[in-house]
């Protein structure tokens, strides 16, 4: 079946510029997770959503980051004034259900901010 | 606040040959852990899943063990083979707070030669 998909794959912006980046779940897995992977900082967690409930935002670096789900599906990480040092892979994934399940990534959005 | 750690960083070894890798973890409380595989430019991969209760996972010539009181997983790779290279992460699910996010280690690139 298909995994989950993310688009674009690659991303050029100017500094100042707004992005945003879309992540397609895995049919009928309720969970939704944005991490970032940068340089010398690994991956770390962004944001979460489950289901109807209101997401977790406690890894977003900054008010210029916000995320949507729209219909318990696909999800929007938007990125307002980049800054250089957004510059990452920003990957998705999903899970069946909250607290347990595997975790499935996509390929991720390589952002590039100049 | 959790920390995990993963050594070593980079490992070169011949095919044929059997290796382990090693994730510590600083708060034993998780509710599971999961390792990965990553391939360069691409997303993750995941590999095994192994729950707070277990000891161990095997998945074909993958065998991952899990102490959780003294911090520790192991990545075990049989007969090792040059598609197996790749960087290897290990990451942990909390049981508290944040329970579904996944805290990462810095990953373990593996090259195995011919």
């Known amino acids: 079946g298909a995994g989950v998909s993310q688009s674009p794959s690659n991303k050029v912006t100017e500094k100042g510029k707004d992005v945003e980046l879309r992540c397609d779940p895995i049919?009928?897995?309720?969970?939704l997770y944005w991490y970032r992977q940068s340089l010398g900082q690994g991956l770390e967690f962004l944001i979460y959503?489950?289901?109807?409930?209101?997401?977790?935002k406690s890894g977003l670096p900054s008010d210029r980051f916000s995320a949507e789900r729209t219909g318990g599906s696909v999800s929007t990480l938007t990125i307002q004034r980049t800054q250089q040092e957004d510059s990452a892979v920003y990957l998705c994934?999903?899970?069946?259900?909250?607290?347990?399940?595997?975790?499935?990534f996509g390929p991720g959005t390589r952002l590039t901010v100049l | 606040k959790q920390e995990v750690t993963q050594i070593p960083a980079a490992l070169s070894v011949p095919e044929g040959e059997n290796l382990v890798l090693n994730c510590s973890f600083t708060?034993?409380?998780?509710?599971?852990l999961q390792w990965f595989r990553q391939d360069p430019g691409k997303g993750l991969t995941s590999l095994l899943l192994?729950?707070?209760?277990?000891r161990e996972q095997t998945s074909g010539r993958l065998n991952a063990s899990l102490d959780k009181s003294s911090g520790r997983s192991t990545l075990y790779i049989a007969a090792s083979q040059p598609g197996d290279s790749a960087t290897y992460l290990c990451?942990?699910?909390?049981?508290?707070?944040?329970?579904?996010?996944?805290?990462f280690g810095t990953g373990t690139r593996l090259q195995v030669t011919l």
């Open positions: 994934a999903s899970s069946l259900v909250a607290g347990g399940d595997e975790q499935f």
């Open positions: 708060d034993s409380a998780i509710y599971n």
């Open positions: 049919s009928g897995h309720t969970a």
């Open positions: 990451a942990v699910r909390a049981n508290t707070g944040t329970a579904s996010k996944l805290t």
């Open positions: 192994i729950q707070s209760s277990q």
């Open positions: 959503f489950q289901g109807n409930s209101a997401p977790d």
